[in-house]
Every structure is written in C-alpha cells, then in structure tokens.
C-alpha cells in the first residue's frame, strides 16, 4: 500500500499507524452466504443524475500541519452528472474535464468491478487525474474490495470501500509550482444493483497541497481534512418530453416571480454597482418569460433603465436587448419557437422615446469600439487599448442586432473586419470531427449510444478562448479554447452572418466593396462556423462548462442555447441539447425559485424560454 509523503520518517511511522486504525473503523456488512455480485451501471446516456452532499465536515489531521499552512474548510455542493458522461464501470470520460473536487472524491467511489465476483473480491486500478480544476495533477493508486451487501437508505446495496494512495512523480517539480504533496483518501461506496448505480458513498480525505501565486492570491500550503457524504438525490429522464415541457412551465413561473422580488424600491435590479447592466438583464428576462410589457416591475424597471448610466459594453448591450424584447410579439414569439422552415417577418413598432435610446445605446458601442487597435469590445471605453474579449463583444454584436431588426441603424464597416478577426482568433487546428446529421435513439432506453448518420466531410474541432488566439497542443490532444467562449466566438460569426444576410446590395458594396470580398468573406465564416459547432459537439456537455469545469457554467448554458437558435439547431450531435440542459436546470432549481444570483437566475431562464431571437433563414447545423 502507498504511503502519504509527509516530509519526515518519523511522521511516516505516525500515518501508518494512524492510517491503520483509521481502516479499522470501517463498517463492514455481515456476511450473507456465499454472494455473487454481477454489477454494472445502467443510467441511460439521456438521463440526468445528481448526488446531493448531505454531510461535510473537517476532521482532526494525521498530524499537526506546518506552521502556516491554511486548513481548508470543506465547501462542496453537489456532483452531476449525464449518463453519457461516465462508462459502464463508473469512469468519468475524460473528454469532461476539468473534474472539480465534488468529481474528483466521488469518482474515485464510483468504480465497480469489471467482472462477475464473489463477496471478497479485491482489485486495484491507477489514476492519472492530469486535469482538475483549480488544483494540480493528481496520480493515484487505489486498492478497492467488496466485501459484501448491506441496507444503504432501504435498498439492499452492494457495498464496496477503497483506499486511494498518492502516487509521487518521478520528478520533483519545482519548488513554487502547485502540486501535491499528500494525498489519502478512503472511501465507501454503495451502488445499488437493481437500479444500477450509486446510492450513497461517504469519503474520508487527508491530502496537502501547495498552491502557487497567482494574482493577488498569495502563494501557500492548503490542507485538506475533511469527511464527505454522497447521496443520491434525483434523476431526470430527458426524453420524457411531456412531463419534462410541465416542469419547465412550472420552473419558468417560479424564476420569474423570484426575479421581480428582486427589484428594489427604484424599479432597478442592480448587479453590484452595475444598475444598468442588471436592470437590463432582468428586464429582457422577464419580457422573454412572456411578463406583460404593461406588468408595473416592466413599467418601472424601463423608467430606471433610462436614468441609468452607461456603465459598459454589457450594460450598453443587454440594454437594446431588453428594447427589442419590448416589442416581441407572443405571435413571433411562437412562430420562431415552432421551428419552421420559414422565418416570418414581423415589424418593430417603437416609440418615438424607445428609438431615440435605442439610437443612443447603438451610437455609444459604435464610439467605443477599439477600432485603432482591432475590431472588438472591451468592458469600458479607452482609445489607446488593445485590450478586448470575445464575451463583450458578442454581447456588443447581439445589440447591434437588435437594434437592425428594429430598424435604428448602424455605419458600415463594423461588422466585417470584426467576424475576420474573430475567425482568426478560431484555434488553428483541433480533432478531425465528422458530424452527425441523423440519429436514432435506441428503442430499450438503455446505454446502447443509438444509431447514428455522420456527415460525408471531416471536418475539426476548432473553438475560442477569452481574448486571445486558442491554442491546441496535438501531442496532448488538449486546448485552452473552452465552452462559453466558443459559443462567445459562434455567436460573433453567426449574428455577423445574419446582418449581412440581411443587407441590399447599396449596404453590401459599403461593407464589402464587390462580390467578390463578399463571396470570399461568407465562405471563411461558413468554414469557422462548422469547425465551431463541431467543437461544441465533440466536447458537449450540460453539466458543465466544457474545458472549464463549473466556471461561469450557466452563462455558458444561455450561450449554448443562443448558439443553437442563432443556427436553428435541434440536435448537436446525438444529442438534444436542449431537452439535456432543460432536465438539469429543472433540477438545480432552488426551493425560493432561483438559481443562486440575479444573473445566473437569469441566464437559466433564457435557456429554458428559448429567449435568443434566431437568425432570419437556417445557417448550419440539422433540424
């Protein structure tokens, strides 16, 4: 059995006689005969599953910590996971990560044995966790036993307990680089047979780590001490489409009537010290939710709206968003919703004072674009920086958007340098990826994966990261591109698309200046545009921020669905992207309605609605 590296040999001595009595005190079931276990999971890959930590707290260490090291306190939330997400033995695919620390503890309680055995039966199995979140790589080594069955929550389970030593590198790193230097966790685990999945597990863990500077976080050493329980609290059938349409109706209702208690006594939802920002993002939340424009939270928060400061890009942005949704009609709102083939045309009727602010809204992101050093947005107006990130300016683009459609306008020559520079901001390469453009799903509800039609051209996973050019490392077959940016980096392509898509030919010769500028130009978008959606299809995910663990998790969610009916897509792969998302959010829903904050409640609201205004004719992607 491996040992923690603790520093001394006396310290040694110390953690193997307390490891040793800390085995001790586990629980084994009495023996029942001579059992046979045949064990697998059985979670369809459409099914949602999510454990719920009912229990976390520290526990006395192996040995007093070095002076100066900080002591942990436990935080966890909760782990979650699609079927599609793990294998039949319990291992979490590697595509999926960043694992955070929830992932980490309960994957390691997840196994089962890959054969049939008696009661008794001992296997082991190395870990090489190269990609965790906010913590560094991890090696393990791990002893598992089943040593019978037992009652777990009145469910006759097969129980199985783990021992998980770390395993050094044959290399020491270097002294300020984050790393661990200890790491013993024990585990047991009970997986129901009948359901084929976890029950409930409980992780005892002791590990050291050092956490190097970054920012103004200061570099230390971090202990963690701590005891865990799993259990299993939900699961949702994403196929189940009836029911699943009335939990979303419920949970929409409930959100939306949490969000307007939210607004304080001047008629504004303000984030922080952005009233604007905020104000406008609740107030397109609610108009999508299909709150009456006359509802008096409406009436008061638009009042606040004009009185607020022009705070930045996003503020700027969400504001002509929340103009627009003014003016959507339940008719269109309907009639895009039903995805036909034909997108109807539908008139912006404004107010002579809602189409001054929107002028003004538009005239501020024209001027504040960093157009002496590129074509993006930054969060705030600087004429000598080159400072720019593909969240403002998507968002900066999806106002502009709005803005046409109601027909206030914009100058020329905004939109063309900037969908090329966002294409050359696309990483250069990625997986070969042929897309599927027909699927079946499997008739037994089981993992069989269904069966699939896949494109007759290969195209790559290129997506984006926040402000620079994505990198992809083909070695390692790994990137720094990740989810909501590559939705961000979608959305410029896609919305850029739409607007010229809708331009006469006066307006293309100024954007353009021949057709042959603009034939080159929509064959290099149409190009990233593909590469985008099968980066998103090759690392797909709903629970979770792909290639960034639970980072701004639910912002990447209301990108996804934007990317989705910005593209008129139903399916992304095999999977249905939104009957997935819609099972999840159903379930992370609070008790008060919410989803944690204003804007994460919010940002859940606009996936399940559908809020985003699709392009005017299909772009990409299958029905």
Known sequence: MGRMIWGAPAALVLLVMLTTQAGAEFSLPEQRGNQRFELQWKTPPTTYLHYAVTSQAKIDPLEPPPTGAVNE????????????????????????TPFVMEDLLIQLAMQIPEKKCNAGFEWERAWNLDRLYDLPALALNSKYKLPGSELCRNVDCAVITGVHDFAAPDREPPADAARWFAFRAETTAWFNPEQGRLEAAEVTLHAARWRAK???VAAARIEHHWSVRFEFSK??????????????TS?????????????????????????????????????????????????????????????????????????????ITEAERRAYLSEGEK?????????????????????????????????????????????????????????????????????????S??????????????????????YKPPKDGGRDAGRSTYASKTGKARG??????????????????????????LTCVLVGLDIVESMNNEQLKAEFGSQAAIDKWKKAANESLEDGMCWLEHWFSVTRNPNRGRTWYLYYLYGLERVMMLAQTRRLGVHDWYAEGASVLVSL??????????????????????GTVPARKPLTGSK
């Open 251 to 327: 949970a929409i209702a409930r959100g939306a009537e949490h969000l307007k208690k939210l607004q304080n006594a001047e008629g504004a939802w303000p984030h922080g010290t952005r009233v604007r920002g905020g104000t406008g993002l609740a107030l397109l939340t609610l108009l999508t939710c299909e709150v009456p424009a006359d509802d008096p939270a409406v009436v008061r928060g638009f009042e606040a709206l004009k009185h607020a400061d022009f705070e930045e890009t996003y503020s700027v942005a969400v504001s002509l968003m929340a103009y627009e949704a003014r003016y």
């Open 73 to 96: 306190d436990p935080a966890l939330s909760y782990a979650h996971y699609m079927g599609h997400e793990f294998d039949n033995l319990g291992t979490l695919h590697s595509i999926h």
């Open 235 to 248: 699961e949702f059938d994403s196929t189940a489409g009836r029911y699943l349409n009335d939990q979303v």
């Open 464 to 489: 984006w990261n926040y402000s620079s050019k994505a990198k992809w490392d083909r070695y390692n077959e790994t990137t720094d591109a990740y989810g909501s940016m590559t939705t961000a980096g």
């Open 343 to 415: 997108f109807p045309e539908f008139k912006r009727e404004l107010t002579d004072e809602d189409r001054n602010e929107m002028q003004k809204l538009v005239d501020w992101l024209v001027e504040n674009q960093n157009r002496q050093k590129n074509p993006f947005w930054n969060y705030t107006p600087d004429g000598e920086t080159w400072r720019f990130d593909f969240s403002n300016t998507q968002y900066a683009l999806l106002g502009l958007a709005a803005a046409l459609r109601c027909n206030v306008r914009i100058p020329a020559g905004v939109i």
């Open 589 to 610: 829903q609070q008790e008060n309605g919410s989803w944690g904050g204003m804007p994460d409640t919010c940002f859940a609201l606009l996936f399940l609605k559908k």
């Open 417 to 438: 340098k900037l969908v090329e520079h966002t294409i050359a901001h696309q990483m250069p390469d990625g997986p070969k990826v042929k897309r599927v453009v027909g």
């Open 214 to 216: 970054v920012a103004k």
